[in-house]
């Protein structure tokens, strides 16, 4: 059985800073790329950043330089550290798993929230 259960989440104050993590399991870590999206109300979701297997990231330009993908295939978790939070931040962060051969195979945690607020 797949599953995927983020971390990490809360409120914090503008500027501050969380690490999420994302717990994986029911299939091959290591040779899935993994991903965090966002998903604030009323907008659809985007991506934050991805990690492929080989360990290359892309991050979105909104979190350049604040926010920074890594992973650990020993324990099979995806973290995403965020810097210097901004009230923009704020929105539901989901993580992806995905593997693309002949398909494309794609998994979704259930989200974690963060509030970004004073």
């Known amino acids: 059985q797949v599953q995927l259960v983020e971390s990490g989440g809360g409120l914090v104050q503008p500027g501050g800073s969380l690490r999420l993590s994302c717990a994986a399991s029911?299939?091959?870590?290591?040779?899935?790329?993994m991903g965090w999206y966002r998903q604030a109300p009323g907008q659809q979701r985007e991506l934050v950043a991805t990690?492929?297997?080989?360990?290359?990231?892309n991050y979105a330009d909104s979190v350049k330089g604040r926010f920074t993908i890594s992973r650990d295939n020993a324990k099979n978790t995806v973290y995403l550290q965020m810097n210097r939070l901004k009230p923009e931040d704020t929105a539901v962060y989901y993580c992806n798993a995905e593997k693309s051969t002949v398909h494309t195979v794609s998994y979704w945690g259930r989200g974690t929230q963060v509030t970004v607020s004073s």
């Open positions: 029911g299939f091959m870590f290591s040779i899935y790329a």
């Open positions: 990690i492929t297997s080989g360990g290359s990231t």
